[in-house]
């Protein structure tokens, strides 16, 4: 029952109440000790008198009160008197949230606010707690303009255990059961994998946070409906009301609360100092930048990787709509990649030095080490990534020298490997376009996927793997790890030992002969990435097998141990199929050279068949033809596909689309036969354009690297419109 006026609860006298909310009713009091107001919030029967609960939060009380931080709402304990089980927390003065933004606020009051409560979601993030109730009642903001959240993991300490019901993800649903009016102000904020009773982590308090951010800007949720399932269909199932926002909201605004509501965990917004840095650039744009009624210019867009000494690179071109710049305005845009088509990240190993070097000598000098994928502004600065961060420096074309320090100018651009390649581009009118998401380093582990997707670890040494290929009897696994200088490694499966096999040079993409005994591979020992064999055991020297000025990757040796299929990297067409003769005079004869890029080749089991994929209809698809001449050919996979491998039965072929393992029967007897094709399972697994999984010698296991901890590929990328602005203002030029 209510508490009254002057009621002693151990040291706290009761002074008011405050009102009510999902853990229950809060007072202010007088602390008689150390003669201060506190807030009391009197814990609800069904959890104070559960001992479990009590018991679970009492340890999680001592995460929560070491959270100190000022946008945060201090714990001070948990405490139990008169028979009354309560808490002590700080008292903050001033409105919730929710009474602020009745009828929406305006940008000016609302992105300060929401600054601060990023500020206080990323502090406890990085403490690995997550609200789970962030709603604008959980939000108080002072007369003075502080911004303070509130109950920070109270949903967790007190809610159940696990997440097994929408019930049990929201403390204020436990409570107030089918009380309509109550229960939508938390179920409105709940993310899609609460709504289903997922699992949650700190992506929930993100979607949560864009939810309180679009209410605040429009003046009414994002998600509502007139019963409780009506709202959570909402959530499951439609988009908010996007024309709802005021014409003055920053671009840079509506892309974060598209990025923060996306239904997709893994697509939506990965860490809230984003949001963050965000909205603290949006608040510095002059306010001519935000008007939003577009003129329209049409753009190309294209990005391209170099890597160390491997010319490999593509090319993505798309055309988007964006609003010509005013004179020194910074215009953020969003432009989303095709549904479906991630922008592909290669985790490939590159050298962090930066040099200058002279067209027509060839001489170069390291101008500074620390960087890596540099490019030159018209603004007289070179920028280059390191750790993820786009940096700038000052630099003096005449003389090649650097001008003073580096500065930070962008967070979070989207890395290969650590100080390696920078998905980003800069345009000599000074418009820069990335991929957004930190560095796709780390390392990997590589495991069994069995038909069912079943996952066991395979390898317990975790690096930077790519282009796993078993030995033809399944007893050992090649492997590239990728360090400083690429290396392939061998595996011994039955002893569970790991061993360097190449210890010099850059080398890798390991391809078994069919005996076992020797390993075709290429290496950068001869400048340009050629081919070469040596014995698995290491006896003798690595036998080179071509010259060639252009990139070479083996992919396949032929069953009877004569031909080696391989691909080049060309400057016109892209890649071409070749094979070499292991026999004679050892010369390669082109095998699929047109105008598409053929990669991939695999021979059939029975040497009469080679599938491959080739970009010819604008996306990758799997093919199989008929050696020696190529004809027969025919399509394998139905809606893009990449990477065939045989079944070593040669009664079925496999390939991968997306993050699907795909199985096709097929009959080589005579003429090539296609049965259905069927999904085997779905997983995040790495993908790398020269190769990424191999199959075992029965068909039934899969060998792949796990990706499914690591920061996934960019949906979008980001224009950043007279970003030579904010280079000339965080680094002036000398």
């Not at 926002?245 to 809230?272: E, G, N, Q, V």
């Not at 930066?354 to 890596?372: C, D, N, P």
């Not at 009664?651 to 029967?665: C, H, N, Q, W």
Request: proline share 7%.
């Amino acid at each position: 029952m209510p508490l009254s006026p002057e009621t002693k609860l151990g040291a706290y006298v009761i002074v008011s109440s405050i009102g009510a909310g999902g853990m229950g009713e809060v007072y202010r009091a007088r602390d008689t000790k150390l003669g201060r107001e506190v807030a009391i919030k009197v814990l609800p029967a069904s959890v104070a008198r559960d001992p479990e609960r009590i018991s679970r939060f009492e340890r999680e009380a001592r995460l929560l009160a070491s959270l100190n931080h000022p946008n945060i709402a201090t714990l001070h304990g948990l405490e139990d008197a008169n028979g009354v089980r309560f808490l002590v927390m700080e008292l903050i003065e001033g409105q919730t949230l929710a009474e602020r933004i009745r009828g929406g606020l305006a940008i000016e009051e609302t992105l300060p606010i929401f600054q601060q409560i990023a500020e206080a979601l990323e502090a406890a993030h990085e403490r690995g707690i997550v609200h789970r109730d962030l709603k604008p009642a959980n939000v108080k903001v002072t007369p003075d303009g502080k911004t303070k959240v509130l109950d920070f993991g109270l949903a967790k300490a007190f809610g159940p255990e696990l997440a097994s019901s929408t019930q049990s993800s929201s403390p204020t649903m436990t409570r107030e059961g089918t009380e309509t009016g109550i229960v939508l102000g938390t179920t409105a904020y709940m993310s899609p994998e609460q709504a289903r009773g997922n699992a949650l982590d700190k992506r929930t308090d993100i979607w949560s946070f864009g939810c309180c951010l679009y209410e605040a800007l429009t003046g009414k949720a994002a998600f509502r409906g007139p019963t409780v399932s009506d709202t959570i269909a909402a959530i499951l199932e439609r988009e908010p009301d996007w024309k709802a926002l005021p014409s003055r909201t920053p671009r840079a605004i509506r892309a974060l609360l598209a990025r923060c509501l996306t239904k997709d965990p893994w697509s939506r917004l990965r860490d809230i100092g984003d949001a963050r840095i965000e909205i603290a650039r949006a608040r510095e744009e002059p306010s001519e930048a935000r008007e939003t009624a577009p003129t329209r210019s049409r753009w190309t867009v294209f990005a391209a990787i170099g890597v160390a000494a491997v010319s490999a690179a593509f090319a993505l071109s798309s055309l988007f709509d964006t609003p010509e710049p005013s004179a020194g305005a910074v215009i953020r845009s969003i432009l989303p990649l095709p549904e479906g088509e991630p922008l592909a990240i290669w985790n490939i190993a590159a050298d962090a030095l930066i040099a200058v070097a002279s067209i027509a000598t060839g001489e170069h000098r390291v101008i500074f080490q620390g960087g890596s994928h540099a490019r030159y502004s018209p603004t007289g600065h070179l920028l280059y990534v390191h750790g993820g961060t786009l940096h700038a420096v000052g630099f003096e074309l005449e003389t090649l020298e650097v001008m003073g320090q580096p500065v930070p100018v962008l967070e979070e651009v989207m890395t290969s490997t650590a100080g390696g390649v920078g998905e980003f581009a800069l345009a000599d009118n000074g418009t820069l376009i990335y991929a957004p998401g930190r560095s796709r380093d780390g390392d990997r582990r590589v495991v069994w996927v069995d038909r069912h997707g079943r996952v066991e670890p395979l390898i317990d040494v975790q690096r930077r793997y790519i282009r796993p290929r078993l030995s033809p009897d399944g007893r050992r696994l090649a492997i590239t790890a990728q360090t400083a200088i690429s290396s392939i490694w061998l595996y011994d499966i039955e002893r569970g030992t790991l061993t360097r096999w190449t210890p010099e040079w850059a080398n890798g993409v390991a391809v078994w002969s069919p005996d076992g005994r020797d390993i075709a591979f290429t290496s950068a020992r001869a400048t340009v990435f050629n081919l070469f064999k040596n014995a698995v055991d290491g006896t003798g020297s690595a036998e080179r097998l071509t010259t060639s000025d252009f990139t070479q990757l083996p992919t396949s040796w032929s069953p009877d141990g004569r031909m080696l299929a391989f691909q080049e990297e060309t400057n016109d067409n892209g890649s071409d199929i070749w094979l070499l003769p292991l026999q004679g005079g050892r010369k390669p004869e082109p095998f699929l050279d047109g105008r598409a890029r053929e990669q991939m080749a695999r021979f059939s089991p029975d040497g009469r068949w080679v599938a491959y994929q080739s970009d010819e209809t604008g996306q990758r698809e799997v093919y199989v033809c008929r050696l020696p001449d190529g004809g027969g050919k025919q399509q394998v996979s139905t809606d893009g596909g990449y990477e065939p491998v045989w079944n070593p039965s040669g009664k079925e072929l496999f390939y991968r689309s997306g993050d699907k393992m795909m199985a096709v029967p097929v009959q080589t007897d005579g003429e090539l036969i296609l049965g259905r094709t069927t999904v085997l399972f779905e997983g995040r697994f790495v993908y790398h354009p020269y190769g990424s999984y191999d199959v075992t010698p029965d068909g039934q296991r899969f060998v792949l690297i796990d990706d499914s901890e690591a920061e996934p590929a960019p949906t979008h990328l980001v224009l950043v419109q007279n970003f030579s602005e904010v280079l000339k203002r965080l680094v002036p030029p000398n």
